[in-house]
């Protein structure tokens, strides 16, 4: 860890919304451009799985941003390649060229991986332990509210009729701009340059570790877990008709009030992470997941129903990320060697968590309709706090409930 004053956490909301925008293509403006296409929910569903896949991979390739050049200039480059590939997804069209459009928006998704490895990486080497919740707060600001925003923008655009050209150029600009704030945080120089072998070597040494701990292994669990995915996130842009939401209400759900609900969740979980167990606060998010999928099933299919479903439901986002972050920084601990390649590692049981639910839930949709969706969500994530809050208990895994209290920065 660098003795240097860590970074403003604030930063961290400019840094990561590059990764955000690109998700946010793959999870909430890809499903509004298919629906509009007139493809349907299940298939969208496996869409989604599709452009998860290299979010689900990123530990693989994640070694990249700890080789050769620094992780500042790294996440500069990946962000500016990826904007020109989410434009090229955008101007393709659909349902006539699926596949394109796929093989685009599935590259821009593989090179935007990498800013999540470079602000994990950065995350871990520049904040210290009792600053960590609130950097992982302001990254999920950043990663959440931004990908929303240019969601929301690019919704709005699409139900607007505005050229492809000009919604492509729009999203390129809100992902390669932000990263530029990566500039103000002192990176930590590295001790040595390693060649890819000793890297790739490394990287298989820090995957071994992370199995055969106890901390590393329960975090895996609950990682790959349904707790805590809010994978309904990544429909709700498609899920307007049933409740007879306009286009409008959709982008205002999609952008504005997800900016805003997802950030005040995102604070609110960073705050308590500081202060409380971040297992135990996880699992609290899972179970707030479950709680507003059983309201919303059990509720009519009114637009007043989708807005505050929906607003609550992303609200809990935040929260959920969050937290997943901050008990993923806990658990990697203060090293920095290799800290982008073990954070992806997590990351990538957390996205592999999120496409399964995702195909679950949706699978529900043509035998029973959204409330079969949001009520599959809900009932996987109350099954995974259950069974987890078990494991933990019974192995002695959940630590201490309560935090030293924060030192002042």
Sequence with gaps: MSAKKPPPPWLFVLTGMPYGVAGAFSTQVMPNLAKHAGIKLDEIGIFTAILFVPPCLAFLYAPLVDIGLSKRAWLLIVAA?????????????????????????FIAQLITGLVGACNGGLLAETMPDEL????????????????ALSAGIAIEMIGQNYEPLWIGLVLSAMTILPSFAVLAIAEPPREKQHSPREIFVKMLREVWQILSSRSGLTGIALCLSPVGTAALTNF????????????????????????????????AGGYLCDRYNRRVIYLASGAATAAVGIVMALSPH??????????????????????????????????????????SIFVACGNIAITYVGLVNTRFDETYGVDGVVASDATMNLAGVALLAFVFWKFGSFGKWRHAPAARS
């Design 81 to 105: 390649v990826g904007g020109a590939f989410l434009t090229g997804a955008m101007v393709t069209p659909l349902p006539e060229h699926v596949g394109v459009f796929l093989f685009l928006a």
């Design 132 to 147: 960590r919740g609130r950097g992982s707060g302001m990254y999920n600001i950043g990663n959440l509210s931004g990908g």
């Design 236 to 267: 709700f842009s498609a899920m307007g008709d049933p409740y007879a939401a306009s286009d409008d209400m959709v982008a205002f759900v999609s952008g504005p009030a997800n900016v805003v609900l997802t950030a005040m969740g995102a604070l």
């Design 302 to 343: 009114t637009e007043s129903t989708y807005l505050y479903g929906v607003m609550t439901y992303y609200l809990v986002t935040g929260f959920c990320y969050s937290a997943f972050t901050s008990f993923v920084l806990e658990t990697m601990g203060p090293s920095p060697e290799a800290a982008g390649t073990r954070y």
